[in-house]
């Protein structure tokens, strides 16, 4: 039931862009983004409710494919900011089942 | 208060004690949540709360853990001659609307991370 999340890590210089996705084997009711920084709560980036739904917060996005059942979050022109981990919850029920998560690091 | 706050944030115990943990959600939301997250892991679903009914408790891994939350604000999470498995660190999370509509944003507390010796 856990969604897949690719890749499990990535590194980056600022400036560039970066694609999380998330993969689930069972039909998709909405897809929530966080991200974490280490030693921190998650904090919530955005939901995504309807089938090719994009959107966008600043230079963070997300789509959501319902047939594929699979959502990806874009980050683009990175900041020293937005690293942490990022992990994707689907929605089961009354509760969120989270990915294992992906490690963003952006270096200078 | 601004935000959801968890005590304490961090606690160390010897296997076999009894822990107490404490959340405290955002005033006035409907749903609580609590995970538990392992090193390097995502949050994993404990039990879920909509006001002082607790609706789903499937994700409590064994019969030594109870929550409680019976004013329908703040919760405990209590956990019986801990275990050495038990070491993570958990999550509190609130929710303004209810479960059985539109799931909302949640909003994590810092966690409190529990060492069992």
């Known amino acids: 039931q856990q969604p897949v999340q690719s890749p499990q890590a990535v590194i980056l210089r600022e400036g560039e862009d970066a694609v999380i996705n998330c993969s689930s084997s069972?039909?998709?009711?909405?897809v929530h983004w966080y991200r974490q920084k280490h030693g921190e709560a998650p904090v919530f980036l955005m939901i995504?409710?309807?089938?090719?739904e994009q959107k966008g917060h600043d230079k963070i996005s997300a789509s959501f494919n319902e047939k594929k059942q699979q959502s990806s979050l874009y980050l683009t022109a990175s900041q020293l900011s937005y690293s942490g981990t990022y992990f994707c919850?689907?929605?089961?029920?009354?509760?969120?089942?989270f990915g294992q998560g992906t490690r963003l690091t952006i270096n200078p | 208060g601004a935000g959801v706050s968890q005590s304490p944030r961090y606690k160390v115990a010897k296997r076999g004690q009894d822990v107490a943990l404490r959340c405290d959600p955002i005033?006035?939301?409907?749903?609580l949540f609590w995970y538990q997250q392992a090193l390097g892991q995502g949050p994993e679903f404990l039990t879920y709360?909509?006001?002082?009914?607790?609706?789903?408790k499937s994700g409590l891994p064994s019969d030594r853990f109870f929550a409680e939350r019976p004013e329908g604000s703040v919760s405990t999470l209590k956990i019986q001659r801990t275990q050495q498995e038990d070491s993570a660190v958990y999550l509190c999370?609130?929710?303004?609307?209810?479960?059985?509509?539109?799931?909302?944003?949640?909003?994590f507390g810092p966690g409190t991370r529990l060492t069992v010796l």
């Open positions: 069972k039909a998709l009711y909405s």
């Open positions: 709360f909509q006001n002082e009914a607790q609706l789903d």
């Open positions: 919850g689907i929605r089961l029920d009354q509760k969120l089942v």
């Open positions: 995504l409710l309807k089938g090719g």
């Open positions: 999370a609130s929710s303004q609307l209810s479960g059985t509509g539109r799931m909302g944003e949640q909003f």
């Open positions: 005033s006035g939301h409907v749903s």
